[in-house]
């Protein structure tokens, strides 16, 4: 038993460290790869948003795969793709090669976040379910710490050799923090390769679940597989349930299309997709990626953003704990309520204290249109530019930022400034590094009139238009302490309600006929639901503010508040099979 929780504990930190690595990688890798590569906020956001996309996909099949080849092979391959993924994203040398990698890593959480769940779902008793998935969740939580903790040592590393570098002559200033940065991003991927390794082999040593060798016809197997966390007794009774609800597959096959249409089936099917749709739609996945991000916005400098980073994700961790010992205390139904009234407030917070900040922008559009000569624009934020654009405005030695947001006819991009960066860089926006090239899958689809995407041929004689661009000054350190507190009631919320209970919904209320595959329904839309809050993150906040995210936060959280108070059922203490009688009305 103790193997198992371990085990699986360990597909639950390799899920948290596929959510939380990035978020202290993005600064760098934004500061590096924006140069050397010439990505776009869409690019960046791509490459955040590529480990939900690679979960999309994988949920696809993953039920369907679990079904083949069994609940541990399953296992053992997810961890094997998020080992391969690391070499593939620390050395790569473009935008592809990174992208690709984290797709690859996101397919292992995909896989991951199905198949463990599910794994521990069939193989622990009523009794342990809950703690079973909770210490997945908890497990979670700590590979968010430890990707955090690894994202603080890096960031002490980057701000020692800026101070090193003061005494440097500019271009050799820019040279060391650019080597600097860029290290620090790929150091922070190759911690993550033991826990990889440590999972795909441990997987390997793993039984099989006793539900998936019943429904195979292989009973003995699967009484052994029982027998290895339970008293013979309880064993025996188990199975003969089991042996039960699987007796509909066989002796009533004529029926089975009308059985997957009853109630018994969509009731349950459809409230977890709206349990995990709703999960993801307070944007927590955002939010965890994104949140040093968020915090530097709002105030925190530098490593004190990262330190805050680090505490959340404790924070969130400790109330992991508190969510382990309450929900076979207290059931699932009180603690989504309680977790999703918190995210309500903590959001709704948030938003306000960013409106308050984001009050103080500066319309410098007109200044920075009349600038731009030959469709192209260079722009430094030293004091001379902000003497221009500013007017005088704001007092000397105020640090401020440029937000910038322009276009070629179809592409567009966000960009920002700040005057408190060490190395100052010069912003260039020209349409060479704007207007993207169609790939041959691209062009392919083009052709069929079925591509999505902007048209090069439209960008190529555009002018550059500024759409808009705010000059406003950074939040003080103390507004950016006040929303990293919101950010911990958030986190803390989270933690207790749906950090557990979703994994709990998702695997205790779809009945064993099809769990595997209704889960990956569920999970897909969970992930799509969370991919598309990642691809638009920083586009978004660039046009409209942070504000309005939290906002929409807060919004769907209310309607996950009421969901969990007037449909969700408690399932606290009930087998998988009592569950389904209680959606089939028995």
């Given at each position: 038993m103790r193997y198992l929780l371990f085990i699986a504990g360990?597909?639950?930190?390799?899920?948290?460290?596929?959510?939380?690595?990035?978020?202290?990688?993005?600064?760098?890798?934004?500061?590096?790869?924006s140069v050397a590569w010439h990505l776009s906020a869409q690019?960046?956001?791509?490459?955040?948003?590529?480990?939900l996309l690679g979960s999309v996909l994988s949920s696809l099949f993953a039920g369907a795969l679990a079904d083949l080849i069994g609940r541990r092979w399953a296992m053992v391959l997810a961890g094997a793709l998020f080992t391969l993924s690391i070499p593939l994203i620390a050395l790569a040398d473009g935008y592809l090669a990174l992208l690709l990698g984290r797709l690859l890593q996101g397919i292992s959480g995909g896989l991951i976040g199905v198949v463990v769940p599910l794994y521990l779902a069939e193989c622990l008793h009523a009794r342990q379910r809950g703690r079973g998935a909770a210490l997945f969740q908890l497990l979670l939580t700590i590979g968010l710490v430890a990707a955090a903790l690894i994202?603080?040592?890096?960031?002490?590393?980057?701000?020692?050799?800026?101070?090193?570098?003061?005494?440097?002559?500019?271009?050799?200033?820019?040279?060391?923090?650019?080597?600097?940065?860029?290290?620090?991003?790929?150091?922070?991927?190759?911690?993550?390769?033991?826990?990889?390794?440590?999972?795909?082999?441990?997987?390997?040593?793993?039984?099989?679940?006793?539900?998936?060798?019943?429904?195979?016809?292989?009973?003995?197997?699967?009484?052994?597989?029982?027998?290895?966390?339970?008293?013979?007794?309880e064993a025996q009774a188990e199975l003969r349930e089991i042996e039960q609800a699987l007796a509909p597959e066989t002796t009533d096959?004529?029926?089975?299309s009308e059985a997957l249409l009853s109630r018994r089936y969509v009731l349950p099917f459809l409230l977890a997709c709206l349990v995990l749709a709703l999960t993801q739609a307070t944007g927590i996945n955002s939010i965890l990626a994104y949140v040093v991000t968020i915090l530097n916005q709002a105030g925190l400098p530098g490593a004190s953003a990262n330190m805050a980073d680090v505490g959340l994700k404790v924070l969130n961790a400790v109330m992991t704990v508190v969510a382990v010992a309450l929900v076979d205390r207290k059931g699932r139904k009180f603690l989504l309520m309680l977790g999703t009234g918190g995210i309500?407030?903590?959001?709704?917070?948030?938003?306000?204290?960013?409106?308050?900040?984001?009050?103080?922008?500066?319309?410098?559009?007109?200044?920075?249109?009349?600038?731009?000569?030959?469709?192209?624009?260079?722009?430094?934020?030293?004091?001379?530019?902000l003497q221009t654009l500013d007017g005088g405005f704001t007092p000397?030695?105020?640090?401020?930022?440029?937000?910038?947001?322009?276009?070629?006819?179809?592409?567009?991009?966000v960009q920002s400034l700040r005057s408190d960066d060490p190395a100052?860089?010069?912003?260039?926006?020209?349409?060479?590094?704007?207007?993207?090239?169609?790939?041959?899958?691209?062009?392919?689809?083009?052709?069929?009139?079925?591509?999505?995407?902007?048209?090069?041929?439209?960008?190529?004689?555009?002018?550059?238009?500024?759409?808009?661009?705010?000059?406003?000054?950074?939040?003080?350190?103390?507004?950016?302490?006040?929303?990293?507190?919101?950010?911990?009631?958030?986190?803390?919320s989270f933690a207790v309600g749906p950090?557990?209970?979703?994994?709990?919904?998702?695997?205790?209320?779809?009945?064993?006929?099809?769990?595997?595959?209704?889960?990956?329904?569920?999970?897909?839309?969970?992930?799509?639901?969370?991919?598309?809050?990642?691809?638009?993150?920083?586009?978004?906040?660039?046009?409209?503010?942070?504000?309005?995210?939290?906002?929409?936060?807060?919004?769907?959280?209310?309607?996950?508040?009421?969901?969990?108070?007037?449909?969700?059922?408690?399932?606290?203490?009930?087998?998988?099979?009592?569950?389904?009688?209680?959606?089939?009305?028995?």
């Open positions: 360990m597909g639950g930190l390799l899920y948290g460290i596929d959510v939380g690595i990035i978020a202290g990688a993005l600064p760098y890798l934004e500061a590096t790869a690019q960046l956001s791509f490459i955040v948003a590529a480990v994202g603080l040592y890096q960031a002490q590393n980057v701000e020692a050799v800026s101070n090193a570098a003061q005494a440097l002559q500019p271009a050799a200033r820019a040279e060391a923090l650019f080597a600097a940065r860029d290290h620090a991003w790929r150091s922070i991927f190759w911690v993550c390769l033991t826990p990889g390794l440590i999972f795909t082999l441990g997987s390997l040593l793993l039984a099989e679940s006793p539900r998936w060798l019943a429904r195979r016809g292989d009973l003995a197997q699967a009484h052994q597989a029982l027998l290895r966390t339970r008293p013979a007794a096959a004529t029926h089975a309500v407030v903590a959001l709704l917070s948030a938003g306000l204290l960013f409106r308050s900040a984001e009050g103080n922008q500066r319309d410098v559009t007109s200044v920075l249109q009349a600038r731009a000569q030959g469709d192209s624009l260079a722009i430094q934020l030293d004091s001379a530019t000397a030695g105020t640090v401020q930022q440029l937000t910038l947001a322009y276009s070629y006819g179809p592409f567009t991009n100052l860089p010069v912003l260039r926006l020209n349409r060479a590094d704007t207007v993207q090239a169609d790939s041959v899958i691209g062009a392919f689809f083009r052709r069929l009139h079925l591509n999505p995407f902007a048209d090069p041929a439209a960008g190529a004689s555009a002018p550059l238009h500024i759409e808009q661009a705010h000059l406003s000054p950074l939040p003080s350190t103390s507004h950016g302490w006040q929303v990293a507190l919101a950010m911990c009631l958030f986190v803390a950090g557990v209970c979703v994994w709990l919904a998702l695997s205790e209320l779809m009945p064993n006929r099809i769990r595997s595959n209704g889960m990956s329904i569920a999970l897909l839309i969970n992930q799509f639901v969370s991919t598309s809050i990642a691809a638009v993150f920083l586009p978004t906040v660039g046009q409209y503010g942070y504000a309005t995210l939290f906002f929409y936060g807060a919004g769907c959280a209310l309607l996950y508040f009421l969901t969990a108070a007037l449909l969700l059922p408690e399932t606290r203490g009930k087998t998988l099979e009592e569950i389904e009688a209680h959606f089939a009305g028995k």
